[in-house]
C-alpha cells in the first residue's frame, strides 16, 4: 500500500518550506521539523518532507532511493525523472554523485544550480565544520556524519565557479541544515 | 496647524469603494443592465475582453464589462485576475482554423478563390453616419437574408502560395511551446512565444505599432492574404482515454499577411507571412499582430532591424496592457518618501551652486 | 479574523507556492542576483505590490504576525488595502508593531527599529534591475550582471560627481551585495541604506510585473557605490520629529499652508508612536 505524503499538505508543506529557507539563509544552523509523516525507507522524515515541499512536475527529480520511495516520489511530488546531469533536484540517500556532475546553471543564469537533496547519518551544530559567509554573523559549526570523503575539497572546488554551483540541503532525521554555494567550510 | 497622520485608510478605502458601486448602478430610475445584454448587444467589446483577458467566456467578460463600468482594460484584468485561479485540465491540440465554420472571409490578394469572398457582419462598407433611429427603442431589425452555407472548402490563401513554392515555409513546431503565464519572458524569444505574447497584447499598442510599420518604420509590404473569421473546433487527448475527442467550439479571428521577401544568401526570393489569431471577432488586432508579428521575424530573416516594431524587448514588454496600466498607474500611490529624498538633493544642489558658483564642480 | 475559505490559504494554489519558493531558495543562496520566476496575475494591479505580496504568501503561515508599511505607515491606503487582502485570504495576525511582526511587507522604506533574526522583511520592487536607466535591454544587462560589469554605473556616478559635486542619486541608490551582485534596494531612500548591511533579518524583494525574486541572506555585506573621495552619504532633513522630537529618524515634510510653512515628522509611525508614548511616560514621572 502507498504510504500518505502530508497529513496537512498546505500547513505542513509551508512548516517544512520556513525550516529550509531559515536553514539556507543561516547555514549550517539545523532546524528540527515537527510533522507526522511516515515515509518509505530509506527516507528519513525531514528528507521526505524537503521534497514533498520543493519537488514536483516542473522538477525533474534524479534518487538513488530504491523501488518503494520511486514509486512514493512519482505519487506525491509527480516530478518526471532525469539523469544526475539533468536534474534540478537530486536526492541522494547513500553515497552522493560528484558535485561536479550536477547541473552548476551558467553565469548568466546560476539559479539553474541544482539542488542536492543529502541524507546523512546525523547534524548537529555548534561543532564540527566551520561555515562562514552570507548567512553567517561570525562562524557557524556543524558536524555533518556520513559525508563522503573528499567532500570538502570538491566543495571547495565548486566555490571557485560562484555564482554558478549546487546547493546541499542536509536531512538527517527530522533535522535539516543546508550548504548554500556561497558557504567557505573548513575543518573544524 | 496639527498634524493629520493619514489615518481612517480602512474607512476611506470602505467609502470610496461604496461610492464606486452607487455609481456603477447610475440613475436606479433606469432599467438595470443585464449581463446578458452585454453578451448580445455590446458583443466586441466582450471579444476584446476575452482576448485581451486571454480567457475565453463570454458571461465572465460581459460581467467584467459590468462590474468596471465599461473600462474594457480594468474589466480583461478581472478576467485576468480570475483566469489565473483556474485549475489546468489539460492541453487542447493546435487549432485547425483550416476547417474553420466561416461567418467572414476576405482576401485582398485575388479577386476570387475557392470558397470565395465572405462579407460577414462587418462594419467595412457602412457609411459612419450616427444612426438616430437607434436612439429610439424601436423594432428589432428584420432578419438579414440567410442562404445556406456553401460545401466548398476554403483553403487558406497562404497554403495556395505555399502549394507553387513562392511562401515561405514556416518551421514545423514540433517543441512544447513555452507557457508565457508560467514562465517569464526571456531573450530572444520563440516566435510561439512572441505569437503568445501578441495575442494577449493591447489593441491599441499594436495598432500603432503595425501602423508605424506601413509608414517606413520597418521595412514592411504587406498585403492581406487572408482574414477569417469564424468558429473552429477545440480538441482535447485525455491521457486516461488515449485519442482525441472534441470538447467545444469557439469564435476566433485569424490574419495571414502576405509580405515581399528579397531574399538571403540562403533563401530564395519569395513572399513571407505575418500571422494573427484573437479569440472572438477581432479583425483589427488579428491584422495589427500579424503585421507586428512580421516586423519581429526581421531578426530571423537577416533583415535590418531599426524600427521599433521589429525590437522584440521593446515590443514584447511593452504590449500587455494589464502590465501597462499597472505601472502607469502606481504613479498615483504616494511617493513622498523618495520625493522627499529628492527635495533634500534639489536643495543641496543649489545651495552648492549659489554659494560657490566656480567650485561647484571639482 | 477568520479567512475566506473560498481560496487556498494565502490565495496562491501549492504549485505557485512551491515555484516561489523553489526562486526564494535560489535568491537567498545567490545573494543579489535576480531570479525569474512566473509570477502570476494577482487581484492586484501590477506596480502596487503583487511581487511582494506573492513572496509574503509562499513564505506566510498561520502562525506568523504580519505588518504591511507603504512610505513607512502602516495606514497608508495602500498598505491598508495589502493588509486587508492577507486578512481574508490568510486570516493571519496584523500588527502595526514593527518588534511584534515576523514578516514585514514594505514599499519604499526599512522600519528605523532595528530588525532581529526573527523576522523576514519583504520589498515590493517595481524595477529590479538596478541598471535599467543606463541600459533598458534585458539581454544586455544580464550578461553585465554575469561579468560582475558594473563600470556603466560607476560612470553615471562619475559623472553626477562632476556634475554637482555630489552624486545625485537619493533613493533606488544602488549596492553592491557580497561584492559581487549589483542590486537595486527597491526606491527605498538612500537613508536606508546602511539598514540592509549585515542586517540579522532576512531580506526578500519580489517584482511581480517584472517576475524577478532576489535577496540578501543575513549578515550579509551590502555596500552603497561610493568613490574614496566621495564617500556615500545618508542624507535626511535637518530638523527633528515635530511630534516625538527624534533629530535620527527619516523625516516626511508636510506643508502646512501655501506660505511656505512646513513641518518635519518622522516617516515611520509606529517608531514615532513608540517614541511619543515614551515621552509622554518620561513627564508623567
Known amino acids: 500500500m502507498m504510504r500518505p505524503g502530508f497529513t496537512a499538505p498546505v500547513e505542513n508543506a509551508q512548516a517544512c518550506f520556513r525550516a529550509v529557507l531559515d536553514a539556507i539563509s543561516r547555514p549550517g544552523r539545523v532546524q528540527i521539523l515537527t510533522l507526522g509523516l511516515t515515509p518509505p525507507a530509506p527516507l528519513d522524515i525531514a528528507t521526505a518532507a524537503v521534497l514533498l515541499t520543493l519537488v514536483d ?108 554551483g549546487v546547493d546541499i540541503i542536509l536531512c538527517a532525521g527530522d533535522r535539516v541544515a543546508a550548504l548554500p554555494r556561497g558557504t567557505r567550510i573548513e575543518e573544524g | ?71 474594457l482594460i ?46 460577414g457582419p462587418t462594419f467595412d462598407y457602412t457609411h459612419r453616419l450616427l444612426d438616430f433611429a437607434l436612439a429610439a427603442a424601436g423594432e428589432p431589425p428584420a432578419p438579414a437574408p440567410e442562404a445556406p452555407a456553401g460545401d466548398t472548402e476554403s483553403p487558406r490563401v ?53 501602423y508605424s510599420t506601413q509608414r517606413g518604420y520597418g521595412n514592411s509590404h504587406p498585403f492581406v492574404g487572408e482574414i477569417r ?49 484573437v479569440l472572438g471577432h477581432g479583425e483589427r488586432k488579428a491584422m495589427s499582430m500579424a503585421l507586428v508579428d512580421r516586423a519581429l521575424q526581421a531578426g530571423d530573416l537577416g533583415e535590418d532591424r531599426t524600427a521599433p516594431a521589429q525590437d522584440e524587448e521593446f515590443v514584447l514588454l511593452h504590449s500587455d496592457n494589464v502590465e501597462a496600466t499597472g505601472f502607469v498607474e502606481h504613479l498615483k500611490l504616494p511617493h513622498y518618501v523618495d520625493f522627499q529624498s529628492e527635495l533634500e538633493v534639489v536643495r543641496r544642489m543649489r545651495a552648492t551652486a549659489t554659494l560657490q558658483p566656480e567650485q561647484a564642480t571639482p | 479574523m477568520s479567512r475566506d475559505e473560498a481560496y487556498n490559504f494565502a490565495y496562491l494554489d501549492e504549485d505557485t507556492k512551491r515555484m516561489i519558493r523553489r526562486a526564494l531558495l535560489k535568491a537567498v543562496a545567490i545573494p543579489g542576483h535576480q531570479v525569474p520566476f512566473g509570477a502570476r496575475e494577482m487581484p492586484l494591479p501590477y506596480g502596487w505590490g503583487t511581487g511582494g505580496i506573492q513572496v509574503t504568501a509562499a513564505v506566510l503561515g498561520p502562525r506568523d504576525v504580519l505588518k504591511v508599511i507603504d512610505q513607512g505607515a502602516d495606514d497608508t491606503t495602500n498598505a491598508v488595502s495589502i493588509r486587508r487582502f492577507f486578512n481574508r485570504v490568510a ?3 496584523t500588527t502595526t508593531h514593527t518588534r511584534d511582526a515576523t514578516i514585514i511587507q514594505t514599499r519604499h522604506r526599512i522600519p528605523e527599529a532595528a530588525l532581529t533574526e526573527a523576522q523576514v522583511i519583504v520589498y515590493q520592487v517595481p524595477m529590479p534591475e538596478p541598471l535599467f536607466k543606463l541600459e533598458p535591454r534585458l539581454a544586455e544587462t544580464r550578461r ?60 526578500l524583494f519580489g517584482a511581480g510585473r517584472e517576475k524577478r525574486i532576489y535577496a540578501v541572506p543575513p549578515y550579509t555585506d551590502v555596500r552603497s557605490l561610493d568613490f574614496e573621495d566621495h564617500p556615500f552619504r545618508p542624507h535626511r532633513a535637518d530638523a527633528c520629529c515635530e511630534l516625538c522630537g527624534s533629530g535620527s529618524s527619516y523625516l516626511d515634510e508636510v506643508v502646512t499652508d501655501d506660505r511656505g510653512g512646513r513641518m518635519f515628522v518622522c516617516s515611520d509611525t509606529d517608531y514615532c508612536e513608540s517614541r511619543q508614548a515614551g515621552n509622554a511616560k518620561e513627564e508623567a514621572a
Open chain 1, 57 to 164: 512536475a516542473e522538477t525533474p527529480l534524479s534518487h538513488d532511493a530504491g523501488a518503494e520511495a520511486d514509486s512514493w516520489l512519482r505519487f506525491h511530488c509527480g516530478s518526471p525523472m532525469a539523469a544526475v546531469g539533468e536534474a534540478a533536484f537530486v536526492l541522494a540517500t547513500g553515497k552522493p554523485p560528484a558535485l561536479a556532475g550536477l547541473p552548476a546553471g551558467s553565469e548568466e543564469e546560476p539559479e539553474r544550480g541544482a539542488t542536492l537533496v543529502l541524507q546523512v547519518a546525523s547534524l548537529e551544530a555548534g561543532t564540527g565544520w566551520r561555515l562562514t559567509g552570507p548567512g553567517i554573523e561570525h562562524e557557524h559549526r556543524l558536524n555533518a556524519r556520513g559525508m563522503p570523503a573528499g567532500f570538502i575539497s570538491e566543495w571547495a572546488a565548486q566555490r571557485g565557479r560562484f555564482p554558478c
Open chain 2, 158 to 210: 497562404t497554403e495556395l502560395l505555399s502549394r507553387e513554392g513562392l511562401m515561405r515555409r514556416e518551421d514545423d513546431a514540433t517543441a512544447e511551446p513555452a507557457d508565457l503565464t508560467r514562465q517569464p519572458l526571456a531573450f530572444p524569444a520563440a516566435r510561439p512565444t512572441r505569437l503568445q505574447n501578441l495575442a494577449r497584447g493591447d489593441e491599441g499598442f499594436l495598432l500603432g505599432l503595425g
Open chain 2, 229 to 277: 473569421h469564424g468558429t473552429v473546433t477545440i480538441c482535447l487527448t485525455p491521457p486516461e482515454l488515449g485519442f482525441e475527442i472534441e470538447i467545444g467550439e469557439i469564435a476566433v479571428t485569424e490574419c495571414q499577411m502576405v509580405n515581399q521577401f528579397h531574399g538571403s544568401r540562403s533563401e530564395p526570393p519569395q513572399f513571407t507571412r505575418g500571422y494573427g489569431l
Open chain 3, 144 to 203: 553585465m550582471h554575469a561579468l560582475s560589469d558594473y563600470g556603466l554605473m560607476h560612470v553615471k556616478l562619475y559623472e553626477d560627481i562632476a556634475r554637482h559635486g555630489h552624486i545625485a542619486t537619493s533613493y533606488s541608490y544602488p549596492v553592491m551585495v557580497d561584492e559581487r551582485y549589483l542590486m537595486s534596494p527597491s526606491p527605498i531612500p538612500a537613508f536606508d541604506n546602511p539598514k540592509m548591511h549585515r542586517m540579522a533579518a532576512l531580506q
Open chain 2, 1 to 71: 496647524m496639527a498634524y493629520v497622520a493619514v489615518k481612517g485608510g480602512e474607512r476611506a478605502i470602505g467609502n470610496a469603494h461604496a461610492w464606486l458601486a452607487e455609481t456603477r448602478r447610475g440613475d436606479t430610475t433606469l432599467a438595470e443592465l443585464e449581463v446578458p445584454q452585454i453578451v448580445q448587444q455590446l458583443s466586441l467589446a466582450v471579444d476584446r475582453v476575452m482576448a485581451e483577458g486571454s480567457c475565453y467566456d463570454r458571461d465572465l467578460a460581459a460581467l467584467a464589462i459590468k462590474q468596471s463600468k465599461g473600462d
Open chain 3, 91 to 93: 486570516g493571519v495576525e
Open chain 2, 74 to 119: 480594468e474589466a480583461a484584468f478581472l478576467l485576468r485576475a480570475y483566469r489565473t485561479t483556474l485549475p489546468r485540465f489539460g492541453y487542447s491540440t493546435p487549432l485547425d482554423t483550416a476547417a474553420m465554420r466561416i461567418r467572414r472571409r476576405v482576401s485582398a490578394t485575388y479577386k476570387d478563390l475557392p470558397g470565395g469572398q465572405v462579407l
